[in-house]
T-cell receptor, first 113, second 114 residues
Framework: AQSVSQHNHHVILSEAASLELGCNYS??????LFWYVQYPGQHLQLLLK??????LVKGIKGFEAEFIKSKFSFNLRKPSVQWSDTAEYFC???????????FGTGTRLQVFP | NAGVTQTPKFQVLKTGQSMTLQCAQD?????MYWYRQDPGMGLRLIYY???????DKGEVPNGYNVSRLNKREFSLRLESAAPSQTSVYFC?????????????FGPGTRLTVT
């Protein structure tokens, strides 16, 4: 069965630090990849997505992610985090034989001023 | 467009009580989903509906039933609530004919079963 692993469960950073959150998936075929963000008390919002083409995708609020097919990875990055980035981040994958999203367990990011 | 709406926002039930969580979307999407979110477990799919009149089980369907009333509405029913069903429930919708497989989420229902 397909699965998504997020290795960092809780990340604590100071403002202006760089961020990289890991995401690996297990599926050998074609995939669509997503990062969702959930700010405290709010619902999930799409941060960015990869369907095809350039493996480096840019999302909202200065986030980007790189799809590395050989490593089955889709890591999320931001060069300089802000306090307002404090949230929970979920990686998710859909394979081409299903329309069901498989979520990782999430990474809680805390950014201190 | 309101997007995906859910009612209620909060609910407290006693063990054994029943209730229905409502979800509606105004984006003319074919597919709708119900997830539960628990700490450290991410979101897990309970049921989904690929189109009006069809429903399928997801990863954790036990203790739940669903109804796809029409294209807009997809309800989740707990017939006899248990403490293990304490969770935050999210409804989502998508339309593979448009942006493939991108799902739009509602604001969630926080359910506590005592």
């Amino acid at each position: 069965a397909q699965s998504v692993s997020q290795h960092n469960h809780h990340v604590i950073l100071s403002e202006a630090a760089s961020l990289e959150l890991g995401c690996n998936y297990s599926y050998g075929g074609t995939v669509n990849l997503f990062w969702y963000v959930q700010y405290p008390g709010q619902h999930l919002q799409l941060l960015l997505k990869y369907f095809s083409g350039d493996p480096l995708v840019k999302g909202i609020k200065g986030f980007e992610a790189e799809f590395i097919k050989s490593k089955f990875s889709f890591n999320l990055r931001k060069p300089s985090v802000q306090w307002s980035d404090t949230a929970e981040y979920f990686c998710a994958v859909i394979t081409y034989n299903t329309d069901k999203l498989i979520f990782g367990t999430g990474t809680r990011l805390q950014v201190f001023p | 467009n309101a997007g995906v709406t859910q009612t209620p926002k909060f609910q407290v039930l006693k063990t054994g009580q029943s209730m229905t969580l409502q979800c509606a979307q105004d984006m003319n999407h074919n597919s709708m989903y119900w997830y539960r979110q628990d700490p450290g477990m991410g979101l897990r799919l309970i049921y989904y509906s690929a189109s009006e009149g069809t429903t399928d089980k997801g990863e954790v369907p036990n203790g739940y039933n669903v109804s796809r009333l029409n294209k807009r509405e997809f309800s989740l029913r707990l017939e006899s609530a248990a403490p293990s069903q304490t969770s935050v429930y999210f409804c989502a919708s998508s339309d593979p004919r448009g942006q493939p497989y991108e799902q739009y989420f509602g604001p969630g229902t926080r359910l506590t079963v005592t």
